[in-house]
């Protein structure tokens, strides 16, 4: 649906960010947010012009944003964060920006950081800026901690990326980007499938600290339940075709020890190893034995070995993990702290580390042949 008549439009300068050469506008997404839009707002359109976008408020979000300065553009019913965002950027593609950054309306996301976005948003073009809450000042609350590095762990290993953040709404996006990539999910789905679609689409992912800010007294927009299943499966779908990529993987490593040129060089190298025992079959026998033992468990072993450069063994544990994982997850979110936290232990075991090592590169993940032959 098209977004509905502007309230107040105004005419926005040719404004660039400080170096200059970025033409740079914010885009905030809000839906009964009025307790707390104002302040938002007047935070940002410090550094740059300010599209907000009413997603169906049944209070007066959308005037109170106007009356601080922003362009506010309303949806006559609540379509959900992610239409509202393409709305904004749409908005401001039009107003000519190149960059725009994206924050909540609720108070969570400092306004204050933006222009650290917008210099690494400068430093690399070709990027998507993550404002990342584990790398700042504050703490989120833990059941939302545990359940951004679940979702942490599959994203950056079903993607390659080492993103410590991957929930966080509070980006500069490259206008470019949506040239190449489109989302398909709606809601807060949006944010997990376009990050991943840009890595997909060869898009560098960097990250900048910002607070974690306490929004203990504010309703959040993020329905844990409704909202974490569909991120959920949004991410199961991307792990089950990582591990049809994996399978294939390993399969086709196997089956490799039986082409023809290698089976030939390899029973070579093995009668090679046995030939100073022709003179007594019995030692004969077992040094061939041996030698083919050798390198069959060579061979298994570079395997293995490829196998744990793409974050395989632990992404096993991690996906076995998941059912007793995410249930639990669930109830630590609605016991509001009145259970003892069994979750925060697994989730520091099982899901944090980073599952894909950075010195293989992205679009090319090891396999067993990429790696030195065993003498």
Request: aromatic share 6%; no cysteine.
């Amino acid at each position: 649906m098209r977004a509905g008549a502007r309230a107040r439009p105004r005419r926005w300068p040719g404004r660039t960010d400080r170096g200059g050469s970025m033409r740079a506008a914010i885009v905030i997404p809000v839906f009964d947010e009025s307790a707390t839009v104002g302040r938002v707002v007047a935070g940002a359109r410090v550094h740059g012009p300010v599209f907000v976008v009413d997603d169906g408020s049944r209070d007066d979000s959308g005037s109170i944003a106007a009356r601080a300065g922003s362009e506010v553009l309303r949806h006559a019913r609540r379509l959900g964060k992610a239409q509202a965002l393409l709305t904004g950027i749409a908005a401001a593609r039009r107003h000519g920006a190149a960059v725009v950054v994206t924050l909540d309306g609720d108070g969570q996301h400092d306004p204050q950081a933006i222009p650290a976005l917008l210099q690494a948003a400068r430093t690399a073009r070709r990027a998507v800026i993550v404002g990342n809450r584990f790398d700042g000042p504050g703490a989120l609350p833990g059941p939302r901690r545990n359940a951004i590095r679940v979702a942490n762990f599959f994203a950056n290993w079903t993607s390659g990326l080492a993103v410590h953040d991957t929930q966080s709404g509070f980006r500069a996006y490259p206008v470019a980007l949506f040239d190449e990539v489109r989302a398909r999910r709606g809601g807060f789905v949006f944010e997990t499938e376009i990050l991943l679609a840009a890595a997909d689409r060869g898009w560098s992912v960097e990250e900048v600290g910002v607070a974690a800010i306490d929004r203990a007294k504010a309703r959040s927009r993020f329905r844990p339940v409704r909202d974490g299943v569909a991120i959920g499966g949004f991410l199961a779908g991307r792990v089950a075709w990582r591990w049809a990529r994996e399978i294939r993987t390993i399969a086709g490593e196997l089956v490799s020890v039986f082409e023809p040129e290698r089976l030939a060089n390899r029973h070579a190298a093995i009668l090679e190893a046995a030939s100073p025992y022709a003179d007594s079959p019995a030692r004969w026998s077992a040094a061939f034995g041996a030698a083919a033992a050798r390198r069959a468990g060579l061979r298994l072993a570079m395997i293995w070995r490829s196998a744990r450069a793409r974050g395989t063994g632990a992404a096993a544990t991690a996906t076995l993990a998941a059912p007793l994982a995410l249930p639990l997850l669930l109830l630590q979110t609605v016991a509001h702290g009145r259970a003892p936290d069994v979750v925060t232990p697994l989730v520091d075991a099982v899901y944090g580390i980073t599952p894909v090592g950075q010195a293989a590169p992205r679009q090319h993940l090891p396999t067993a042949d990429a790696l030195p032959e065993w003498p």
